[in-house]
């Protein structure tokens, strides 16, 4: 982002001319050399390769990194290390506030240390959309929109004010306001450029647009040929301030699409098929490119969905290259004439025009028939299991075994029924390596879950009766399909065709509809489908991440208390990208990802337990059974709609003034100034203590002697396990520090809206309900075992507490995939802030691994083939890890010594770059970026 004088080893800068307008440009087919194939390279490395050239500097990029790249050999593990810098930063606001709140911060440090504060600002780009604080607290009429906004804005005031004194304290920073849209929705729509411009040193340059964002669903741009990836908030901020991202050159994985969809299948089909067969071949660290003759025939929004996913089968990017599709797209989204000009021309100029018929070089490929596609759902707590729709039921069955006792039920949750269905995740396991708790209904007793399920009246006198299975949330919500008018046209003509027949949503049924944008909402009027979903209770809640981030708001209240009364699995359903345990409400046990037409049907089923090609779904006005074949729409039907109802005039009104924001907005009192003035009463936003202290040069790297372990976990834990986003409980940690504060419990809003307080958020730190931490065995939730109290139950904040006190490190045991999903730099934050060291684990996610680095813990792997069982570790030893010292001498050791008790084994070092290491030997990240920023 730094402008430099490029070196321009090779000659390629040139110049383009579109339409009476002059570019300066990096020609890609200027690298030749033996040994040097641009031609053949993926789009996705011939996008990093543009990159080089143009930042080539002779120092941190040299003519040699070109070549490395140039000369990609496929079938080679990772080893060389590049510095990509991306055009832009994308963000959202949970985790956006408390990027600025460390900007803000690191304004103070610079000025303490004697530098320039003003040093500390973006120089490129930085856009923030506010998308998910707006929680679904009312729905099922017509005033939740209006209702949702004002209680949003009573709750994030402080949040939304300081976002505002950002606004106007920092160059290129700008927040899309509140009720506007989803992130990545308005980013596709409306800020990604696809080819970018900027001025340098006086020319008007054109290259590759790309972006990290604070949100692993950055990927969804991925689908306009934008290479763009989430990144944790710490890594956004050092982008921010011009530090490139260093990477190794990943293997590209090559998925070849043919064929077209069949009748029936939707593009939410597609995502999870696609999701399952790349989770299981393993792209974690990987480049994702789509290439074939299907890929033409993919619409726009299609394929923004299947890059939405990425981070759900673990890739870094999940790319289609540039087409006439994509053309099609940014004219539909009124994107500028001069601009659709510009990305046909330099993307055909620079070889990254898409081939059909080309096949170039790919590490490893993978190949999808899109008639095989088939309806499908994921679940019940993870989005790569997924579900033929068919095996629905059944599924359900054999997977609720991991929340009662279904021995003998006289309902037919029996054991045979369960054991022949095939679970793609055991079910005598529940993600965590450990045997799942079974839960028992209030009246169950010894026999387990023998309790007749429960009678609720509602308040307007409705009586029904409610069981395990009963669909309580039914969400159309989240970036992942409400960008697609094909699913969303289909779920709205689902429930024209429902409403005609006179069928309604079953009553215990919380339904919500929160679009990516006001797009959404304007095709619903023009197309005449709004007061249909309106009449199913599916009217407009908000344009925000909802339910997917676990802003679902509470369950109809007397739906609440029977659930919690009897304990019952109840079960969500929602359009998003995410289900993980304890995500969704606290309520609701299992949770399962669906197309929007989908959810809209088994809000009129009511219980996942239901045969949806099978079981009426109700009867019409004559009594005759209505089953969901009645009311599908066909293709035929969703593609003439989308064609009468949506018009580039649309998304033309909606982003042509997006970052002024509406009266209440505009109205809010801002503070002013280039530093902030903290308020010492908030609890939304505090200085943070990252650099109190810090020295102007970084103090040596130590070993880790007398370690004790804070938490042994199992396999599959997320990031949403080790910093929840949702409800804050009163009798937590967090809690209490609110009530000591003033705060009402009605007024605690969530854990992502207070991110910008590092005193909720250390206390929030692996407090998630569904945590089940193996060195206290039989609990859930945020406790562990304090060593220095005789090894009693207690929070894991209140341990913490004490071992800092007594001076003893910590560390965190772990199984497969730890910090899976959001790129949620607070993962990190909280785990550094509680006094862990390192990490030892069985693999990591990229992205959490990173976000570790960044905070100054080390992530350790078992070797090869180990466990923390297979090894004996019971996390009551004490431990020493021998050997970081290495660090100090600027090479970076592949294994240290770990000695837990007699067991001693040698842990790979997953520092992965010399730059990751830079930033280790600092302390943090920030640390690294504030003292060079001071230096230069």
């Known amino acids: 982002m730094t402008a430099v004088a490029s070196q321009d080893s090779f000659g390629a800068k040139s110049t383009l001319d579109v339409d009476g307008t002059s570019y300066e440009i990096f020609r890609l087919d200027a690298v030749t050399g033996e040994g040097l194939d641009v031609a053949s390279l993926p789009f996705s490395l011939k996008v990093l390769l543009e990159n080089l050239l143009r930042t080539e500097d002779g120092a941190d990029i040299t003519a040699d990194h070109i070549k490395a790249l140039a000369g990609w050999d496929e079938t080679a593990e990772p080893d060389k290390e590049i510095q990509f810098t991306p055009a832009r930063v994308v963000m959202q606001d949970f985790t956006g506030v408390p990027c600025i709140v460390d900007l803000a ?31 679904a607290d009312v729905f099922g009429t017509p005033e939740a929109f209006e209702r949702n906004v004002e209680i949003e804005y009573e709750r994030n005031r402080e949040r939304y004010q300081f976002l505002r004194w950002g606004q106007g304290a920092f160059d290129d920073f700008k927040v899309v306001p509140p009720g506007t849209g989803i992130v990545h929705q308005v980013n596709i729509e409306h800020l990604a450029r696809t080819i970018f ?198 599924g359900f069955r054999a997977a609720l075994k991991d929340y009662v006792d279904t021995t003998g039920d006289e309902n037919g949750y029996d054991e045979e029924v369960a054991e022949s269905f095939p679970a793609s995740d055991p079910p005598s396991h529940n993600g965590h390596g450990e045997q799942a708790p079974v839960h028992y209904s209030a009246a169950a007793g010894a026999n387990g879950r023998k309790s007749d399920p429960v009678e609720v009246t509602l308040e307007d006198g409705t009586t029904f009766t409610l069981d395990h299975g009963a669909v309580t949330i039914a969400a159309i919500t989240s970036c992942t399909n409400t960008s697609n008018p094909s699913v969303m046209i289909g779920a709205a003509l689902l429930a024209k ?83 993980f345990e304890g995500r969704i409400n606290p309520d609701v046990k299992m949770n399962y990802l669906a197309s929007p037409p989908l959810v809209v049907a088994y809000a009129l089923a009511g219980s996942m337990d239901f045969d949806l090609f099978n079981d009426p779904l109700g009867q019409d006005q004559d009594g005759n059974d209505v089953f969901m074949k009645d009311i599908w729409p066909s293709p035929s039907e969703v593609e003439d709609t989308i064609r009468q109802a949506i018009t580039s005039d649309m998304f033309e009104e909606s982003y042509q003034d997006v970052f002024a924001g509406d009266e209440q907005w505009r109205s809010l009192p801002t503070p002013e100034g280039d530093t902030f003035e903290w308020d010492q009463e908030s609890t939304y936003v505090r200085k943070p203590p990252y650099f109190e202290g810090m020295p102007d040069e970084p103090e040596a790297v130590t070993d880790i002697d007398g370690a004790r372990v804070l938490l042994k976990l199992g396999d599959s834990v997320t990031t949403d396990h080790i910093s929840p986003a949702g409800a804050i409980k009163k009798d937590s940690p967090a809690g209490r520090y609110l009530a000591e504060h003033g705060v009402e419990q009605r007024d605690f809003n969530s854990y992502g809206s207070r991110r910008g307080n590092h005193e909720v958020m250390i206390r929030g730190t692996f407090a998630n309900i569904r945590l089940r931490n193996q060195l206290a065995p039989g609990t859930e939730g945020g406790v562990t075992r304090d060593f220095t109290a005789g090894g009693e139950v207690t929070s894991v904040f209140e341990a913490s ?47 959490h691994r990173s976000n570790l680095i960044g905070m100054g813990v080390i992530p350790l792997q078992f070797p090869a083939g180990e466990t923390a069982e297979s090894l004996g570790l019971t996390g009551e030893e004490e431990f020493s890890i021998t050997g970081i010292t290495a660090l100090n001498d600027g090479t970076t050791p592949k294994t240290v010594k770990v000695k837990a008790g007699d067991v001693e084994f040698d842990a790979v070092v997953r520092i992965d770059t010399p730059g990751e290491a830079n930033y280790y030997r600092n302390g943090g990240i920030m640390q690294f970026v504030l003292r060079n920023l001071r230096r230069g």
């Not at 911060?105 to 500390?120: F, L, N, V, W, Y």
């Not at 208390?561 to 109840?570: Q, T």
């Open 801 to 847: 507490e004490n071992y800092i006190s007594a001076g003893i490190p910590l560390v965190v045991l772990a199984g497969k995939e730890y910090g899976s999903g959001s790129s949620r730099d607070w993962a990190a934050k909280g785990t550094s802030l509680l006094g862990v060291k390192a990490v030892i684990a069985e693999s990591y996610e990229r992205i």
């Open 497 to 579: 065709k429902a409403v005609e027949k006179g069928l309604t949503r079953k009553p215990w049924v919380k339904t919500t509809l929160a679009p990516g944008s006001k797009v959404v909402s304007d095709y619903y009027e023009k197309s005449g489908l709004t007061p249909y979903l309106d009449k199913l209770g599916f009217n407009l809640v908000g344009y925000g991440c909802t339910t997917c981030i676990g802003n679902s708001g509470p369950l109809i209240p007397e739906v609440s208390a029977a659930v919690n009364e009897k304990d019952l699995a109840v079960v969500s359903v929602l359009s998003g990208n995410r289900n």
């Open 197 to 394: 411009t900027r001025e340098v040193d006086g020319e008007l340059q054109a290259y590759p647009d790309s972006c990290v964002g604070t949100d692993s669903h950055t990927t969804m741009v991925n689908g306009i040929g934008v290479v763009g990836w989430g990144v944790g908030g710490i890594e956004a901020e050092a982008a921010m301030l011009g530090q490139p991202v260093s990477m190794l050159i990943p293997r590209v994985v090559g998925f070849k699409l043919h064929g077209d969809l069949p009748e029936g299948s939707t593009a939410t089909d597609l995502v999870l098929t696609i999701t399952e067969m790349l989770r299981k071949h393993g792209v974690v660290g990987k480049f994702v490119e789509f290439y074939g003759p299907g890929v033409s025939a993919l619409p726009l929004a299609n394929r923004a969905t299947i890059g939405n996913m990425s981070p759900e089968f673990g890739s870094t990017i999940a790319v289609f290259p540039i087409d006439e599709e994509t053309v099609k797209y940014l004219e539909l989204t009124g994107r500028s004439k001069e601009q659709i000009a510009l990305v046909e021309s330099y993307s055909k100029a620079q070889g990254l025009w898409h081939d059909p018929d080309a096949e170039p070089r790919y590490s490893e490929k993978l190949e999808l028939d899109l008639a095989t596609v088939v309806p499908s759902i994921a679940g019940p707590k993870r989005p790569q299991d997924r579900v033929e729709l068919a095996d629905a039921k059944p």
């Open 105 to 135: 911060t690191m304004r103070e440090a610079m000025a303490e240390m004697g530098g320039d504060p003003s040093k500390i600002n973006p120089l490129a780009p930085a856009e923030m959309v506010i998308d998910h604080s707006v929680i």
